[in-house]
């Protein structure tokens, strides 16, 4: 699954009709598009992001991409198709809220049906994705639609006693599917072996099932079982669907006619096993939107200009660029961070982090682990070949073993890991725009991070932003200097007046 995708939901069952689009709507592209040429796009629909090739309106969407935000609720929602809630849209890869099934069980029988199919041409259930069924007394078939393939097969016991929570989904009032394909929908047959029962758990009546992309469910029933009163609450992971260009049947064909060709320039393509194909940017462009002309950058690619009309705060916290909050805001894709409900977060390999404090004139971004308190530990956050993170292993081996502590984390921030002198040759990449900044080493301890700006002395402002490095500390200090030489010059009169008086009562 892409490491740039955010979290993406779509409701895919049980869902309010959305709106639909006007009959003189545009259908969708098939060329490539460009940054500028996508300039005048929503980014955002409430708390959803939008990615090209998805999109809301004329020019914004590749053809079978195309979403409606619905500003009559509140947030706004984004819809895929007349039944599908998207909360975010990313390249050709998505993760959503659970598919989910409630079951009532009635005496006498014994036999149960669920199906899933897919909402548009292209979508499919991904193969990381797994069933997770809840209740007493059953066993389970999952089938392919269509080719009536048997997916996989579980069963779960009770005993008569109650299933119990906080436990491994192993047969025990719980059990599961994992998928090994991709499917573009399913079928599943539940067979009672209790046909007398009229509550199959020790709370709910029927049976419970949800689609998920997450390996957290497995280990713990109690967040299972609470999805049967609040849906909600199972917020870690939703269902992981696939998304394909499906005007053509595969690369070679597509690429037989480059009008209509998705893939852009430093991209690779690739066949997908049920039609179609996804772009993805090559090895050597590690990173970027396939989809979008030159939208494909190296790992140390630094944009120095942000797309217009970004936001630059989640909540009441300031977001200053390089860091960014969507797409095309940020310097690159380090510096991009989430913003959900108000809630800004920094999600890296080994963890998400609650972020409290953004400073670009400290290099620092201040993080907690959803707790609040005052005992600080620093630790660094610098820019390397493989993961694009690195962490102070020491500074965070004591966090591992007391997990109840409260403290926040100072994290250390670098632009790139180059030297001064080696970033001042990258004219384009610079990261230093401000006529009044200049470029500083950054160390922790004897280990080099790399570069980062600050503005002269004497200014202040955003040394990452062209002519924002202002000098208003600089005239505020010579403004109280010329008070100051004013003040002296009335005592230096008064005094020169109380003088004369003297000498004139004296004589």
């Known amino acids: ?201 020790w709370l709910h009546p029927g049976i419970m099932a949800f689609v998920a992309d997450d390996e957290y469910y497995k280990s713990n029933t109690t967040s299972v079982f609470s999805a049967w009163t609040n849906l909600s609450s199972i917020t870690v992971r939703g269902a992981y669907l696939r998304f394909t260009i499906m005007d053509q049947p595969s690369c070679e064909r597509a690429q037989m006619n480059y009008a209509t060709y998705a893939c852009s320039n430093d991209s690779i ?21 396939p989809y979008i002309l030159d939208g494909c950058v190296t790992a140390d690619y630094y944009n120095p200009k942000p797309k217009e009309q970004c936001r630059s705060s989640c909540g009441p ?14 310097a690159n894709e380090r510096f991009l961070l989430n913003c959900t409900s108000g809630n800004l977060t920094l999600s890296v390999s080994i963890a998400q982090y609650h972020v409290t404090d953004v400073s670009v004139e400290d290099g620092t971004l201040t993080v907690s682990n959803m707790v609040s308190g005052s005992n600080a530990k620093e630790v660094m956050l610098i820019q390397t070949d493989n993961t694009g993170y690195e962490w102070d292993e020491e500074a965070l081996m004591e966090d591992r073993f007391d997990f109840s502590m409260e403290y926040d984390i100072v994290i250390k921030w670098a632009v790139a890991n180059l030297t001064c002198q080696t970033a001042m040759q990258k004219d384009t990449g610079y990261a230093c725009r401000s006529s009044h900044s200049y470029c500083l080493n950054v160390t922790h301890g004897e280990i080099f991070m790399g570069y980062r700006c600050k503005c002269s002395p004497g200014f202040q402002g955003n040394p990452y932003i062209k002519d924002n490095c202002t000098g208003l500390i600089l005239l505020i200090t010579l403004h109280c200097a010329l008070l100051l030489l004013s003040y002296l010059q009335i005592f230096r009169k008064t005094i020169y007046l109380l003088i004369d008086y003297i000498l004139k009562i004296t004589i």
Not at 62 to 80: A, I, M, N, V
Not at 143 to 169: H, L, N, Q, W, Y
Not at 276 to 285: A, R
């Open 317 to 330: 916290i300031t977001v200053p660029f390089p860091f960014g909050l969507e797409e095309g805001c940020s």
């Open 1 to 201: 699954m892409s490491t740039i995708l955010t979290a993406m939901s779509l409701v895919l069952m049980f869902s309010a009709a959305a709106p639909q689009a006007s009959a003189g709507a545009v259908r969708g592209a098939l060329q490539i598009p460009t940054n500028d040429s996508l300039a005048h796009c929503i980014p955002r629909c409430g708390d959803a992001d939008i990615w090209y090739p998805f999109g809301v309106g004329s020019g914004c969407f590749r053809q079978g991409f195309e979403l409606t935000c619905d500003h009559s609720t509140k947030p706004p929602k984004l819809f895929l198709g007349s039944s599908t809630i998207v909360l975010t849209a990313a390249y050709s890869d998505a993760a959503v809220t659970p598919i989910f099934f409630n079951l009532t069980t009635e005496p006498g029988t014994n036999t149960y049906n669920m199906s899933w199919e897919s909402p548009a041409e292209g979508i499919t259930l991904g193969v990381y994705n797994t069933l997770f069924v809840a209740g007493c007394d059953f066993d389970v078939t999952l089938f392919e639609s269509g080719t009536g393939d048997i997916v996989g097969s579980c069963m779960s016991r009770c005993a008569g006693k109650k299933a119990p929570t906080g436990v491994p989904c192993n047969g025990i009032g719980c059990c599961f599917i994992s998928l090994q394909r991709d499917l573009p929908g399913f079928r599943a047959k539940l067979v009672s072996t209790n046909t007398t029962a009229t509550q199959s758990d």
């Open 269 to 289: 393509c690739q066949n997908f096993s049920t039609g179609g194909y996804q772009c993805s940017c090559s090895s050597y462009y590690s990173q970027g939107n």
